[in-house]
């Protein structure tokens, strides 16, 4: 197992569709090892491959805090088969825009369709911080950030301070 390094913002993978996974075989599962190493790692709730640069619809959610158990969730071509009209608000952050908080009102409740590290088909109902965290991720595999949810004013602002931070890093 590797902890992988996480792409940042602005980097054009992120903006990449990531593509159905075929078969889950012993590579898709190595990956996905790799995946909660990493999350665990930052430490983040959530992962979609994208986010190691690995563009393929594979998914690592786990919300347990600190101390408790573990509860690793794993999503492979997960679909959101239903949404509810109600909606709620969540303060979200994402691992490729490090240190950046804002709400982001979506579906309170969302059903959604998935396979398994075994390739096993499944359908879960989600609501609360499941049902958020899913969104955000399902979002990165079509290569959207929770900043293109926000106004353009914000968006805008987020994405030039990323860029800036980036362009200090290469003249270094
Ligand atoms: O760690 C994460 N926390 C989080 C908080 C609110 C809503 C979504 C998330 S997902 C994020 C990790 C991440 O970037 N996943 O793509
Ligand atoms: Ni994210």
Redesign the pocket.
Known sequence: MTIRPIIILPDPILRETSTAVARVDDDARALIADMFET?YE???????AV?VGITKRIVTIDLAREGEEKQPMVFVNPEIVWSSEELSR???????IPQYYEEVERPAKVRVRYQDEKGEAHELEADG?LA??LQ??ID?LEGKL?IDRLSKLKRDRVIKKFQKQAKREHDL
Not at 42 to 48: C, E, M, S, T, W
Not at 90 to 96: I, P
Request: proline residues 4%.
């Open positions: 999350m930052a430490p983040g709730i959530g992962l979609a986010q969540y303060d979200e952050g994402c691992l490729s911080l958020t965290c955000h991720e990165h929770f």
